[in-house]
């Protein structure tokens, strides 16, 4: 069965460091999504791609969040400086499309990111 | 503002019993809404559903009921079994909106022998 996979799986960093996260959609998926979860909450949207193109990443914080799909497959989030609140699990996840309600997301295992 | 509300963060059943998990929601525009279950560790994995030209979709053990004038849907597991103790996320997407899910805050679901 396809996956989306996701590394780190785990990922342990002091504030004021960078760190990046990688994802590899599942093949012929030309949206991606970086979603953010804190522990006791649900996920938040950070940023969507479609191909290689930011569709939406009006919830990323810009200041300190980057991420790019260079060649509209596989892609990278990077937090620098991390923070103690970036504490959080990041899932990454793919779709076949954006027409709304016909695709299924399909999430990684996610990268659980520890800031000390 | 939260759109998508689970109000119960926990549930606990017996096995064999039903189990129902509700989340409300908002936002008249969403036109999709889908359940998720997670284990520890894991991400979230699709479960079931429904559109909102549909008052019920069924598949298996699971079955979701949407009721769009109340604004609120409701997760059935009949009946249940200790593997289903997981996290269950309830999401909801709108026209427009890219496929972009918007998901409620989770209710754990215990399975009890």
């Known amino acids: 069965e396809a996956e989306v996979a996701q590394s780190p799986r785990y990922k342990i960093t002091e504030k004021s460091q960078a760190v990046a996260f990688w994802c590899d959609p599942i093949?012929?998926?030309?949206?991606l999504y970086w979603y953010r979860q804190i522990l006791g909450q649900g996920p938040e949207l950070l940023v969507q791609?479609?191909?290689?193109?930011?569709?939406?990443d009006s919830q990323l914080p810009k200041d300190r969040f980057s991420a790019e799909r260079l060649k509209g497959v596989d892609s990278t989030l990077k937090i620098q400086p991390a923070e103690l609140g970036d504490s959080a699990m990041y899932l990454c996840?793919?779709?076949?499309?954006?027409?709304?309600?016909?695709?299924?997301?399909?999430f990684g295992a996610g990268s659980r990111l520890t800031v000390l | 503002d939260q759109q998508v509300k689970q109000n119960s963060p926990s549930l606990s059943v017996q096995e064999g019993r039903i189990s129902i998990l509700n989340c409300d929601y908002t936002?008249?525009?969403?036109?999709?809404f889908l359940w998720y279950k997670k284990y520890p560790a894991e991400g979230p994995t699709f479960l079931i559903s429904?559109?909102?030209?549909?008052d019920k979709n069924e598949d298996g053990r699971f079955t979701v009921f949407l009721n769009k004038s109340a604004k609120h849907l409701s997760l059935h597991i009949v009946p249940s079994q200790p593997g289903d103790s997981a996290v269950y996320f309830c999401?909801?997407?709108?026209?427009?909106?890219?496929?972009?899910?918007?998901f409620g805050t989770g209710t754990q679901l215990k399975v009890e022998l």
């Open positions: 996840a793919s779709s076949l499309g954006l027409a709304s309600g016909a695709n299924v997301l399909t």
């Open positions: 093949s012929g998926h030309a949206t």
């Open positions: 791609f479609q191909d290689e193109s930011v569709v939406d």
């Open positions: 936002n008249s525009m969403f036109d999709y």
């Open positions: 429904i559109s909102s030209i549909k």
């Open positions: 999401a909801a997407s709108a026209p427009g909106g890219g496929n972009k899910l918007t």
